[in-house]
């Protein structure tokens, strides 16, 4: 494959730029803070000033980043992506964000004959640094079918799913589930503790039930100890509820377990935990 652009090193950017180096992808990548490239150096990168020298540079570009707004600002603004881009060139966004987010960004690009794909993924830190995410690609079925190599160290599996805004929406789906999920435990590690229980054994015994599932497994142990190392950052799930929820607002959707997440979500937030992993939510209901 050509040369990929990657903006965004973050978390899951960081993650997947050093796997595509590791696999022989010639990356350059471009951060907002740009300090955080350096390690990529290291590992093979190269370093683009702007988003739109990074595009200028590279046939097929990579965005990763936190939210709509920076999804938006990193294509929008001065020196963004759409200075250069133009026919024969394709813009792959990765970010979390919502169909309509992903549609403005989708029209801006095609409008200078760019092509693009939304492509969010499920999984995190680790699945990213293992290439075992699972991509939710909607948009340009071509550009699709080109960057396949690439997705194929990514992740373990892709999904093309039609058209622009379906990957976003399955992906609010999926995390709407999650952090549902993710506040259900939390209260039953809560209500195990506090009704003399020992929560390792609750998670034993879930573990060995129809309710087992990797998230708890893998966060479970931490949780009990308090420690919450961010690899979803509870910020984005927050986020991730707000717009799953706003998807249902448009729907019709009455989500009333989603709705609670999320204030608890929002609640951890006021008290200085966005920037842990989202499993510190456990925190809104153990002081
Ligand atoms: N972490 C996870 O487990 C998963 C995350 N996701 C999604 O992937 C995306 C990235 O997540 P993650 O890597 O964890 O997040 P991080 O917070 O670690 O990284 C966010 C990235 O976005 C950049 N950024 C933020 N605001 C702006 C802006 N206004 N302009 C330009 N760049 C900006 C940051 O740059 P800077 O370094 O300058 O702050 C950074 O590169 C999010 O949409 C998240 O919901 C999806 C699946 C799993
Ligand atoms: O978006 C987060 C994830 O784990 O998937």
């Given at each position: 494959?050509?040369?990929?652009?990657?903006?965004?090193?973050?978390?899951?950017?960081?993650?997947?730029?050093?796997?595509?180096?590791?696999?022989?992808?010639?990356?350059?990548?471009?951060n907002r803070t740009l300090s955080r490239c350096d390690e990529l150096v290291q590992h093979g990168a190269s370093v683009g000033e702007t988003p739109a020298a990074v595009i200028k540079k590279c046939k097929y570009t990579?965005?990763?980043l936190s939210d709509p707004a920076a999804a938006l600002s990193v294509v929008f603004d001065k020196h963004g992506a759409l200075e250069h881009i133009c026919a024969g060139k394709g813009y792959i966004d990765m970010s979390t964000v919502d169909?309509?987010?992903?549609?403005?960004?989708?029209?801006?690009?095609t409008?200078?004959?760019?092509?693009?794909?939304?492509?969010?993924v499920s999984?995190?830190?680790?699945?990213?640094e293992d290439g075992q995410l699972v991509i939710l690609a909607a948009g340009d079925k071509d550009l699709y079918d080109q960057v396949v190599p690439a997705f194929d160290v990514l992740g373990k599996k892709s999904f093309f799913l039609g058209q622009i805004g379906n990957g976003a929406k399955m992906k609010l789906v999926v995390n709407m589930i999650m952090g549902s999920m993710m506040n259900a435990?939390?209260?039953?590690?809560?209500?195990?503790?506090?009704?003399?229980?020992?929560p390792h054994t609750l998670l034993d015994v879930l573990d060995l039930g129809a309710i087992a599932n990797p998230m708890f497994k893998m966060k479970g142990p931490a949780m009990i100890k308090n420690s919450y190392p961010p690899a979803f950052p509870l910020k984005h799930q927050q986020k991730d509820m707000r717009l799953a929820l706003a998807l249902g607002d448009e729907n019709a959707v009455p989500m009333p377990v989603a709705a609670a997440a999320n204030e608890a979500f929002?609640?951890?937030?006021?008290?200085?935990?966005?920037?842990h992993d989202f499993s510190a939510v456990f925190e809104t209901l153990s002081k």
């Open positions: 494959m050509e040369e990929i652009g990657f903006l965004g090193i973050g978390i899951m950017g960081r993650a997947m730029a050093v796997n595509l180096l590791r696999h022989g992808f010639k990356v350059t990548v471009w990579i965005a990763m169909a309509d987010t992903s549609s403005q960004i989708s029209q801006a690009i409008s200078k004959g760019g092509s693009f794909l939304e492509a969010p999984g995190s830190k680790k699945p990213a435990f939390s209260e039953g590690i809560v209500l195990a503790d506090k009704s003399g229980l020992d929002k609640k951890a937030r006021s008290l200085g935990l966005g920037d």
